[in-house]
Each structure stands twice: as C-alpha cells, then as structure tokens.
Nanobody, 123 residues
Framework: QVQLVESGGGLVPAGGSLRLSCVAS????????TGWFRQAPGKEREYVAR????????DYAGSVKGRFTISRDNTKNAVYLQMNSLKPEDTAVYYC????????????????WGQGTQVTVSS
C-alpha cells in the first residue's frame, strides 16, 4: 500500500510558476512508477507527466512539454512537478499517482492516488 499526499498548489498569475510536491508513505517508493494527472471542472482527468522508478526516464503530455518538469527523490519518497509559464488553461486539480505496474500514460494504469491539490492560473 502507498499513500500519497500532494502539496504546493495555489493561485498564480499567467506566466508564473508553481512547484507541486507529492510525498509517499512506505519504504518501497522506488518500486513505483509515478505520474501527475489533472482534472478541470467539467472535464475528464488527463495525463500530465510520468517518471520511471529510477527517475531516469520522463514523459510529458504535449500541452505541458517544455513548460513542466517532473522529478523525484527516492531518498525522500517524493515526486515533484515544476510548472513554469503557466496558462489559464492549466487551471485544474492536480493529482499524484503511483503504480507498481508498467510505465503508463493511462490513469487506469495507476493504483494509488493522492487527494489532489488545486492550481488556479489567473489571466
């Protein structure tokens, strides 16, 4: 079992930056692929980024590539999402997720989820 707790959300003007953090319980965090997803009001949850168990491989949705950076620190059981050049369309609840399975973009591929953190970008 893994429990995930996100933090770092908030209100930021367009063009600004935020850094989201996700801290996991348990001693085997390095065994899990982790990802970030987001869900805006009235929309489906969408993939943002993922990172491999070691942190050596990352992948991004096209809408955030070049602006967001995912990273992890397995010694701290943490994964991060650095978000730069934020746009109003980035407004959503952001979720951290983890899986012991494959390196997937699909939210159905993740077994553990945090409670989410709200990011609001004003125009």
């Amino acid at each position: 079992q893994v429990q995930l707790v996100e933090s770092g959300g908030g209100l930021v003007p367009a063009g600004g930056s935020l850094r989201l953090s996700c801290v996991a319980s348990g001693r085997t965090f390095s065994s899990y692929v982790t990802g970030w997803f987001r869900q805006a009001p009235g929309k489906e949850r969408e993939y943002v980024a993922r990172i491999s168990r070691s942190g050596s491989v990352t992948d991004y949705a096209g809408s955030v590539k070049g602006r967001f950076t995912i990273s992890r620190d397995n010694t701290k059981n943490a994964v991060y999402l650095q978000m730069n050049s934020l746009k109003p369309e980035d407004t959503a609840v952001y979720y951290c997720a983890a899986t012991a399975g494959s390196f997937s973009r699909a939210y159905s591929g993740y077994d553990y989820w945090g409670q989410g953190t709200q990011v609001t970008v004003s125009s």
